[in-house]
């Protein structure tokens, strides 16, 4: 069965500083990989994905996403947070071995950048 | 105007008492989703539709039904709300014609409170 974990419940980084938030992923085919950040009292936004290619992602807002397949991983990280990306963040991932129809969201991390 | 339009924002019902969250969307996608946000455990699908004549069980269904009126509007009803039903609920969207690689489109979510 797929999943996806998000082993951070929070990450705080200072603004200028580089950011990471984690992902791991279980699949039985090839992944789909999507990252989706949330403002409050708003819904999800697409911020990028990984179906194929080049293991470096970009995506929205500065955002990019090492895809890592040996160790099952899609991390997002920026150069230089923002105290705007104050958000909380959602990775997903969609299996393409079964049909690739369903998918499945982790936890969320909540992102602090602290001015 | 939003594409995806979630309505009403915020309910807050009584224990017992059926309710009915609608959801409606321009962007002529096929494919549509209801999930629920509870705190730490990320979003869970309900239940999802990949055309008028076409319903699936997600992975949270019980004590919920959906009716795909037309391609462009998907409702979800509680039969007899109860109170683990308090939740943050979420309309999506996405379109099966750009493959499995399609990422989901979301609406701005209904805050459900039920006492």
């Known amino acids: 069965a797929q999943s996806v974990a998000q082993p951070e419940d929070q990450v705080n980084v200072a603004e200028g500083n580089p950011l990471t938030v984690k992902c791991t992923y279980s699949v039985s085919g090839n992944p789909y990989l999507f990252w989706y950040v949330q403002y409050p009292n708003r819904g999800l936004q697409f911020l990028l994905k990984y179906i194929t290619g080049d293991n470096l992602v970009k995506g929205s807002y500065g955002f990019e996403a090492e895809f890592n397949k040996s160790q099952t991983s899609f991390h997002l990280k920026k150069p230089s947070a923002l105290v705007s990306d104050s958000a909380l963040y959602f990775c997903a991932v969609r299996d393409g071995g079964t049909g690739g129809f369903k998918t499945i969201f982790g936890a969320g991390t909540r992102l602090f950048v602290k001015a | 105007d939003a594409d995806v339009t979630q309505t009403p924002r915020n309910r807050i019902t009584k224990t017992g008492k059926r309710i009915m969250l609608e959801c409606s969307q321009t962007?002529?996608?096929?494919?549509m989703y209801w999930y629920r946000q509870d705190p730490g455990l990320g979003l869970r699908l309900i239940y999802y539709s990949f055309d008028v004549k076409d319903i699936n069980k997600g992975e949270i269904s019980d004590g919920y039904s959906v009716s795909r009126q037309a391609q462009a509007k998907f409702s979800l009803s509680l039969e007899s709300a109860i109170p683990n039903q308090t939740a943050l609920y979420f309309c999506a969207t996405s379109d099966s014609q750009t493959g499995m690689n399609t990422e989901a489109f979301f609406g701005q979510g209904t805050r459900l409170t039920v006492v």
């Open positions: 962007k002529g996608h096929d494919r």
